[in-house]
């Protein structure tokens, strides 16, 4: 099995886990994992589904941020199965990428009344980033082959 990832940047304080994708239907169509942020005063976790037809899926819309370290106009939306999980994408100009990770309930994305936690992340658009998406995609990978 397959150690959750921690993702921290330093000098920033903030951390993403991704646990280890499961099956959990045998199908190798539909996999979930736990996602936790931490921060100071910010402690949150949900399961996210992520699908193989994801349009796009998460390792796609990961290579495609670390392709435009140039930059991009606007924001770049990923979004889970269900929406707990939702990342956001935004290209300073200077070399910066600015991530924002924001966790909802898994059994009740949609509701008003749910909570979330969002933190962001400052990524460095080159090297940084590079390797950002490199751990991500090699550890959905060695679960499950998708995107």
């Given at each position: 099995m397959v150690a959750p990832l921690v993702i921290q940047l330093p000098p920033q304080t903030a951390r993403l886990v991704l646990h280890p994708l499961t099956d959990p239907l045998g199908d190798e169509d539909m996999w979930t994992f736990r996602v936790e942020l931490h921060d100071e005063g910010i402690n949150a976790e949900t399961t996210a589904t992520v699908a193989r037809f994801d349009n796009p899926p998460l390792t796609t819309y990961l290579r495609e941020l670390k392709e435009a370290w140039q930059g991009w106009p606007g924001v770049r939306t990923w979004r889970s199965f269900e929406q707990e999980l939702r990342l956001d994408a935004c290209h300073d100009g200077l070399g910066h990428v600015t991530l924002r990770v924001t966790l909802r309930p898994p059994a009740q994305p949609y509701a008003d009344e749910a909570w979330s936690a969002q933190i962001a992340f400052?990524?460095?658009?080159?090297?940084?980033?590079t390797g950002l998406v490199d751990a991500i995609t090699a550890h959905i990978r060695a679960e499950c082959q998708i995107g």
């Open positions: 400052v990524i460095e658009a080159g090297e940084q980033m």
